[in-house]
Structure formats: structure tokens, C-alpha cells
């Protein structure tokens, strides 16, 4: 009798949402050293900077070319989750561009979205570091 020996696969993460993860994390390093050394409040840039990041992570993560699959197969539940991701993504960009300083768009909505968008940024950071390697 052969015991087959269950093989666990490494997750790995996904090389654009680790880069997009890289470079929110530099421009966060940068914030915080022009506001220190030089007494430069670019946080509105920064926040601008972030979602449009986060957001361009989030579609990239997800294949484009995968959305062709959904007219062969339907919307199963795994095509569900990349729909998410894109239209996450999509919302991150649009509430980072109308959060630049010279349009500063202030209403409940978009507020709520960044909120959303900064929770889901959290999970997927937590998942992408710990649960993936």
C-alpha cells in the first residue's frame, strides 16, 4: 500500500502587487522625511499618490486577460474576486485623483470610499505578506 504524499504548494505573491506594495511603502518613507527635513506638507500629494498605487496594484494583480473567460464559463466565484479587484482598483484611482490638492473633492462618498479602499489595502497587505510568501 503507497501513502501518496500530499504536496502543499507555496503561495507566492504576485510580483505587481509586491512592486506596488514597494513603492507605497516609499512613498510613504518619503513623507515622512520631506515633512521632517524640510518642513513640507506634500501629504495631500502622498494620499493622491497611494490610492492611485494601490489601485494600479489591485488591477494589475488581477489578469485582464482572465475576464475573457467569463463569457465561456460564467461568473464563477473566482471571477467574482477579480471583478472586485478591478472595480476596487478602478474606485482607488477616481477617489486619488479627485483627492489632489487642486480639486480636494470633500463628500461623504469618496470619504467612505477611501475608508473602504484603506481597509481592503490593509487585508490584502496582510494577506499578500503573511499568509503568501
Known amino acids: 500500500m503507497k501513502i501518496k504524499k500530499q504536496e502543499k504548494q507555496a503561495k507566492t505573491a504576485s510580483r505587481?502587487?509586491?512592486?506596488a506594495l514597494s513603492i507605497v511603502s516609499i512613498l510613504g518613507?518619503?513623507?515622512i522625511i520631506i515633512n521632517s527635513f524640510f518642513y513640507l506638507d506634500l501629504?495631500?500629494?502622498i494620499e493622491t499618490g497611494l490610492l492611485v498605487v494601490l489601485g494600479t496594484g489591485?488591477?494589475?494583480e488581477t489578469s485582464i486577460n482572465e475576464f475573457k473567460k467569463i463569457k465561456k464559463k460564467g461568473l464563477t466565484?473566482?471571477?467574482l474576486g477579480k471583478v472586485t479587484?478591478?472595480?476596487v482598483g478602478a474606485l482607488s484611482i477616481i477617489?486619488?485623483?479627485l483627492s489632489l490638492p487642486q480639486l480636494n473633492l470633500q463628500s461623504p462618498s469618496l470619504l467612505a470610499?477611501?475608508?473602504?479602499i484603506s481597509i481592503l489595502a490593509v487585508i490584502f497587505i496582510i494577506t499578500q505578506t503573511w499568509v503568501t510568501n
Open 16 to 19: 505587481n502587487f509586491v512592486i
Open 29 to 31: 518613507f518619503l513623507s
Open 43 to 45: 501629504s495631500g500629494y
Open 58 to 60: 489591485l488591477i494589475l
Open 77 to 79: 466565484s473566482e471571477m
Open 85 to 87: 479587484m478591478v472595480v
Open 95 to 97: 477617489a486619488g485623483l
Open 113 to 116: 470610499i477611501k475608508g473602504i
